[in-house]
């Protein structure tokens, strides 16, 4: 039997936080030898909030270096930029004009980006998880790693898909496949250093609330020793009162390799004072593997080009395949 088909990506915006390792790419990898794979970056996503063309391609380069350097293996998995395959912005454009508008005014992630957009927001910015299902209903993926806030993403993916397959196909003859979430429980959702209600994110203004995969020791030392803390004295998960103690004892747990049991009962009596330094320990030490990898791929440009033109061979006879499948079923003629 063939094994089932997995797409995931992170936009080119920043570097990758904890967050974006410990709730997506860190899953990819656990399970990536279970799959067919297909991990790309979504750089066309990057560009609906306002960008630096100076840095766009250096950064989707540095983002599949990352995937690399935490383990991405090319015996199981497809690395691409989603720029160099068109068929993503095609299909795109065919599921717009069958997705209603008020759908996409629904997805919280618009309502909270356009904010900080104002009047300037781009309809892109709005369109963007049309996008995000083209990119995934290309590849006729089983299963969607990602992270808790995706949630909301991938159930309009899945209306989408109900949709078309209701107005343009049949139950024999789906035009496109159910894909499923996959999200596990621990990581799914990491915490802003600076407020553990708020999630880690690139687009925090306070570079202090997040840990980058590539921050030297030193900085990773110093926004550990001023996260926000509490006056309390022992550490424990799960009391709402106390959102950092659970996301940094979450941390640790993930990091260090650990059970949750174990370090409830080994944190139970510490202090901050004790404990910080051993989350500083830990996160310097589970990083700085990915950040010698990092820097090897970095140096063999040659090498990581051959991986992304690799990649996208791979992928793009997929994703042609699929949109010429659409396309039929909405009734275009095919070019003479
Ligand atoms: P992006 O680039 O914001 O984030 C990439 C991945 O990291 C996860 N993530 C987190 N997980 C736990 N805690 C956090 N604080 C945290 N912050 C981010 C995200 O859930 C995501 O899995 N729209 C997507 C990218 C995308 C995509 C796709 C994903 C485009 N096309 C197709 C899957 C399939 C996004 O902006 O992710």
Redesign the pocket.
């Known amino acids: 039997m063939s094994k089932q088909r997995v797409?995931?990506?992170?936009?080119p915006?920043g570097n990758l936080?904890l967050?974006?390792y410990?709730?997506?790419?860190r899953n990819w990898v656990e399970a990536q030898s279970e799959y067919e794979n297909f991990f790309?970056v979504?750089d066309l996503?990057a560009i609906t909030a306002p960008h630096n063309p100076a840095t766009l391609a250096a950064d989707t380069y540095t983002i599949a270096a990352l995937y690399l350097a935490c383990g991405i293996d090319l015996q199981y998995s497809n690395i691409f930029v989603?720029s160099h395959i068109p068929a993503h912005s095609e299909l795109t454009w065919l599921l717009n004009c069958i997705t209603p508008l008020n759908w996409l005014e629904d997805m919280i992630q618009f309502k909270e980006k356009r904010v900080r957009q104002g009047k300037d927001v781009n309809v892109g910015l709005l369109d963007?998880?049309v996008?995000?299902a083209s990119?995934?209903l290309l590849y006729d993926?089983d299963k969607?790693?990602?992270?808790?806030?995706?949630k909301q993403?991938l159930e309009l993916t899945r209306d989408i898909v109900i949709r078309i397959n209701h107005q343009f196909g049949s139950e024999e003859h789906p035009v496109l496949k159910m894909p499923e979430p996959l999200i596990r429980k621990e990581?799914?959702?990491?915490?802003s250093l600076t407020d553990g209600t708020k999630?880690?994110?690139?687009s925090d203004p306070t570079e202090m609330s997040r840990i980058n995969l590539l921050d030297p020791p030193d900085l990773i030392q110093k926004k550990i020793k001023r996260c926000k803390t509490d006056p309390v004295k022992g550490l424990e998960f799960d009391n709402p009162e106390r959102p950092e103690c659970h996301n940094l004892l979450t941390l640790y747990t993930i990091l260090s390799g650990k059970t949750k049991a174990d370090v409830a009962v080994e944190c139970q009596d510490m202090g901050w004072g004790q404990f910080k330094p051993l989350l500083t320990e830990t996160a310097i030490a589970a990083l700085k593997p990915i950040q010698e990898k990092y820097q090897a791929v970095m140096d063999d440009q040659g090498y990581l080009e051959s991986v992304l033109r690799d990649g996208r061979q791979n992928a793009e006879s997929i994703a042609n395949a699929t949109l010429a499948r659409v396309k039929k079923a909405l009734g275009y003629s095919v070019p003479v």
């Open positions: 797409l995931s990506g992170v936009q915006t936080h967050g974006n410990l709730g997506a790419i790309c979504v996503h989603q963007y998880p996008l995000m990119d995934i993926a969607v790693p990602v992270g808790e806030d995706q993403h990581g799914a959702r990491v915490m999630k880690m994110s690139k």
